[in-house]
């Protein structure tokens, strides 16, 4: 699988950045997903640190960008009963 980023999401954590990236999809057809953070503008490559919030309103952007797909979230839902 290439590292090559076929769509991304991110979020502004006072000049600090939470992002989501789908990668290609490999030859069985999942495609992966990246979650980084780091100082804005720079190659994110460190652990995330988020509070709830912060979590919440990432996978938002995700869901409505199109990074997370309408499988992912039934199952999140069915998983933690929303």
Same mark, same amino acid.
């Given at each position: 699988? +290439? %590292?090559? +980023?076929?769509?991304?999401?991110?979020?502004?954590?006072?000049?600090?950045? *939470?992002?989501?990236?789908? &990668?290609? *999809?490999?030859?069985?057809?999942?495609? *992966? =997903?990246?979650? $980084? #953070?780091? @100082?804005?503008?720079? *190659?994110?490559?460190?652990? /995330? +640190? /988020? +509070?709830?919030? &912060? =979590? !919440?309103? /990432? /996978?938002?952007?995700?869901? @409505? #960008? #199109?990074? &997370? $797909? %309408?499988?992912? !979230?039934?199952? =999140?839902?069915?998983?933690?009963? !929303?």
């Amino acid at each position: 699988m +290439t %590292n090559k +980023t076929v769509a991304s999401v991110s979020i502004d954590m006072a000049g600090k950045e *939470a992002r989501i990236e789908k &990668l290609p *999809a490999d030859e069985a057809g999942q495609a *992966a =997903l990246r979650i $980084s #953070g780091g @100082q804005k503008g720079e *190659a994110q490559d460190g652990p /995330l +640190t /988020l +509070t709830e919030e &912060l =979590l !919440i309103e /990432l /996978l938002h952007k995700a869901s @409505q #960008g #199109g990074i &997370l $797909s %309408n499988s992912f !979230i039934g199952k =999140l839902r069915e998983k933690i009963e !929303i």
